[in-house]
């Protein structure tokens, strides 16, 4: 599965950004997708999962403010994030596990005035 992540960017804080990451096939029968963030200096932390049966999980540091969603007949997981803080400055990238983990190539996400 080859992962293709966009709408990352620079916002100012309590901002909103609404990241995609558009798989090149179904993804209906993908177990769990999440999206993880990487910020510099520090360790890849799961920020957001969704499984195939619609439940999710947050980081709680981003619960109440992001929204994870995947739409299977576009075949594209979605990550909704508003009141964004400088503390949510990382390269954003999309995971899919099956069998196996796939990434993206990621998608930076700047929050600063």
């Known amino acids: 599965v080859q992962l293709v992540e966009s709408g990352g960017g620079l916002v100012q804080p309590g901002g909103s950004l609404r990241l995609s990451c558009a798989a090149s096939r179904s993804i209906f029968s993908i177990y769990r997708m999440g999206w993880y963030r990487q910020a510099p200096g520090k360790q890849r932390e799961l920020v957001a999962a969704v499984i195939s049966a619609g439940s999710t999980n947050y980081a709680d540091s981003v619960k109440g403010r992001f929204t994870i969603s995947r739409d299977n007949a576009k075949n594209t997981l979605y990550l909704q994030m508003n009141s964004l803080k400088p503390e949510d400055t990382a390269v954003y990238y999309c995971?899919?596990?099956?069998?196996?983990?796939?990434w993206g190539q990621g998608t930076q996400v700047t929050v600063s005035s």
């Open positions: 995971n899919a596990y099956t069998s196996a983990n796939y």
